[in-house]
């Protein structure tokens, strides 16, 4: 398959290793992996903010950098979700529609379409906690979220469960929102930290040495809340760990 | 120590102390037995108690600051603490009754769709509700708003000589300013609901939908209740508290001259009135006095009674995790000798019912669940929301009380979505929320800076030569790349987290240098 490798601009930037696991792991199935060196954003932080008509122009430049892939795909839950559905600043045309809908995060795409049943190159003997962000909980439904009464899955832990060596803990509160949430971050910081610093302590007295997520956001969120008080616990994208990263 | 007994150990260490009251070793003598008001009086001093966070700074229209009441609430950490753990224990008892129940998510969807038939008949249902009131010999009164409700009450008040209102817990009443128009003319209020009462006589509005004074530790209500009903400064043991309430509401009750209830659900078929409450007190406000005045929104109403039963399995279980409240008060018509009197309120709900993205929300049963899982309001109390209905579903009703006052309110979250999923009538909050901000952008309530900095996010984003000029270095984007996120508290980032560490290269350039050929 074609593939149009999609990097958030905060992966970019800062996290470029979870940019190179997600290309490389792409390949290791096989695919042709192209990254359009085009590509700024998706547009969400100006469409959570309500600007819906500022991200008009960024969202038509997605999609000429994008069109025509058999699908897309990124490594960031919550960009996918606002491509997929909240991506409507600009016309719904069938090429629009089209990007729209061939794009999907990383782990939903090794899950679902990948049908990934090994990962033989990978080994990651430690205690994981695992951080499903709101993205991709409670919109790209990667698992059950506890409020719902509905059957247990868990797309990330079948994948990570496939990974030698992981041993999982549990959080007392499994899915609480950890507090980045975008702006909020930064509007109300003080909330959002607190969650935070909430949400790495639960995660450390629950015994995980690593914090994984489908969301460099959120993982960039709680290292820096666990770096300012002191919480020792290590952050790592979960395609890292499937691409074979030894920690 | 077996791991066991040591989890159990840690669990109770973990947990407030204001949740452990009944432990309390200075309550209790030696003995085991709980201490009396004398002997609790006599317990050793202790350190002067966390002084209470109070709500949200209200100037007239001005938009309300809830980060700024929230970071206040995060500074009283006792407070913050147990209200944390109090409301997700509240969330905890849902799951466990909900997981109790294979039909679960079938009875919400039926709820859900009750509802909405309902909405979309609402004229039809309300006249039927009417006509079978008004046969069981109950006068029904319309009030457009607010003040058509606060004046027919106290019309109906005067016409009977009353001097004083006991009345059950009523978000619709708050709503109303129902309290302080009562104060404005003469007569007196008397809140019933314990919780309530607490924040009557503390002059303070109800924090939570369902635990008004949920926000309180127990010294803060030993402290309002020795300055108004008398009781000892330094007992703040619960028991006696709520003892001492008692002793000094009972009188009022039994003396006063009219009741008022709420309502949770209006049956249009019979015409009857259903309170559901845990301490029985709506029952006092609506049978002790000879006048009854039932004060109801108008989407309260329900067509059948069959369609009850639905809802009173959903209502406790979502808001407390208990199967059902202790009472479920139907109300049909006056008392032998009695009078009863309905007042449907639209105050706004007419136009919120023509809102093509928010008229769901009428929909809400006032369970509260969604403030119970919500971890922003968990962590900044409800009376940082600064208007009558918090949490989720009050940032997507406030705002159509004023759209102006309320406009930072749908900003406090970080839409993650857990309201909606707890909804027992499937309310899709955290996406009204959302729509809510486009709303207000579009109204043009939103701060200019934050306006200049998105406007500016939008151009560079779609410009990728000046994006990739932009961040080229990597110090560079540590200097611009928060500029589309931070808009105008530049350093809101670093207060209280570290900012994180830049990488040798951008993904872009480890690319072009490891796979440049390839294009």
């Not at chain 1, 997600?22 to 309500?50: I, K, W």
């Not at chain 1, 061939?102 to 990948?114: A, G, K, N, Q």
């Not at chain 2, 004083?164 to 619709?172: G, H, Y």
């Not at chain 2, 003892?243 to 249009?268: H, Y």
Request: charged share 25%.
């Amino acid at each position: 398959m074609r593939i149009g490798l999609f990097i958030p601009c905060f992966i970019d930037a800062f996290f470029p290793e979870v940019g190179i696991a997600t290309l490389e792991l792409l390949e290791r199935f096989g695919h042709e992996v192209v990254y359009p060196r085009d590509q700024t954003c998706c547009g969400q932080p100006m469409a959570n903010s309500g600007f819906n008509a500022d991200c008009a122009a960024t969202e038509a430049l997605f999609v000429r950098n994008f069109s025509g892939f058999d699908y897309v795909v990124g490594p960031s839950g919550s960009c996918v979700h606002h491509v997929r559905d909240n991506f409507d600043a600009i016309e719904q045309t069938d090429e629009v529609r089209e990007v729209r809908a061939r794009t999907y995060e990383l782990v939903e795409f090794l899950h679902d379409i990948e049908k990934a049943e090994a990962f033989p190159w990978a080994r990651f003997p430690h205690r994981i906690g695992l951080h499903n962000s709101c993205g991709t909980l409670r919109r790209l439904k990667h698992a059950t979220p506890s409020e719902l009464h509905e059957p247990f899955f868990s797309k990330p832990m079948d994948l990570l469960s496939k990974v030698a060596g992981i041993e999982f803990v549990t959080p007392a509160r499994p899915d609480e929102c950890c507090g980045f949430g975008g702006t909020f971050s930064v509007f109300e910081e003080a909330v959002s930290t607190k969650m935070g610093y909430d949400k790495v302590t639960d995660h450390a007295r629950a015994g995980a040495e690593y914090i994984v997520s489908a969301d460099s956001s959120c993982l960039m969120h709680q290292q820096g809340c666990a770096e300012r008080i002191g919480v020792p616990i290590k952050f790592i994208h979960i395609a890292q760990i499937l691409n074979g990263a030894a920690a | 120590m077996s791991s066991e007994s040591e989890r159990a150990r840690n669990a109770a260490a973990m947990l407030h102390p204001e949740l452990l009251a009944d432990h309390d070793d200075a309550a209790t003598t030696r003995g085991g037995r709980r201490l009396d008001h004398a002997e609790g009086s006599s317990k050793p001093l202790r350190p002067p108690p966390e002084k209470q966070p109070r709500g949200a700074k209200i100037h007239g229209s001005r938009p309300v600051d809830q980060a700024e009441a929230a970071e206040r609430f995060l500074a009283a950490p006792q407070h913050e603490k147990m209200h944390d753990e109090r409301l997700w224990d509240l969330r905890q008892k849902r799951d466990r009754e909900m997981h109790g129940m294979p039909e679960w998510e079938e009875l919400r969807s039926l709820a859900s769709a009750i509802k909405e038939h309902t909405l979309t008949r609402l004229d039809e249902y309300l006249e039927q509700f009417e006509a079978n009131a008004q046969k069981n010999g109950v006068h029904v009164h319309w009030a457009r708003d607010a003040a058509e409700h606060n004046a027919i009450v106290h019309a109906i008040l005067k016409d009977h000589g009353a001097k004083s209102l006991i009345k059950s817990k009523s978000m619709l009443t708050e709503e109303c300013g129902f309290r302080h128009y009562m104060a404005s003319v003469g007569i007196e209020v008397i809140e019933t609901d314990l919780g309530e009462r607490i924040q009557q006589l503390d002059n303070e509005d109800p924090s939570h939908v369902v635990v008004p004074a949920v926000h309180k530790l127990r010294t803060d209500v030993a402290e309002v209740f020795a300055k108004t009903i008398g009781t000892d400064p330094d007992n703040s043991d619960v028991h006696y508290l709520a003892e001492a309430q008692r002793r000094s509401n009972r009188p009022l009750i039994l003396a006063a001259d009219a009741g008022m209830t709420g309502c949770n659900f209006a049956v249009a078929e019979t015409g009857s009135v259903v309170v559901c409450t845990n301490e029985g007190n709506a029952d006092l406000s609506a049978n002790v006095p000879k006048l009854h005045i039932a004060s109801i929104g108008i989407e309260k109403i329900i067509p059948r009674l069959e369609h009850l039963a639905v809802f009173v399995r959903l209502l406790s279980r979502s808001a407390l995790g208990s199967p059902i409240t202790q009472y479920t008060s139907h109300f049909r018509g006056p008392r032998k000798g009695g009078e009863m009197h309905i007042v449907l309120v639209d105050n706004g709900r007419s136009e919120r019912l023509g809102m093509a993205e928010f008229w769901t929300s009428l929909k809400c049963i006032r369970c509260g669940a969604c403030m119970n899982t919500c971890p922003v309001y968990r962590r900044s109390g409800g009376l940082s929301y600064g208007a009558t209905y918090s949490g989720p579903i009050g940032l997507i009703i406030d705002p159509t009380f004023n759209a102006r006052k309320y406009s930072n309110l749908p900003f406090a979250s970080t839409l993650n979505g857990s309201c909606s999923n707890v909804c027992p009538v499937k309310i899709n909050i955290h996406e009204q929320i959302y729509a809510w901000r486009r709303e207000l952008v579009k109204l043009h309530e939103v701060p200019f800076a934050k306006k200049a900095a998105m406007k500016a996010a939008g151009e560079l984003l779609s410009r990728p030569a000046a994006y990739r000029a932009a961040i080229t270095a990597t110090n560079a984007a540590l200097a611009h790349l928060p500029r589309f996120v931070i808009y105008s508290r530049l350093d809101a980032w670093g207060k209280h987290r570290e900012v994180p560490h830049p990488p040798k290269q951008t993904f872009h350039s480890w690319y072009q240098a490891n796979r440049g050929g390839k294009r």
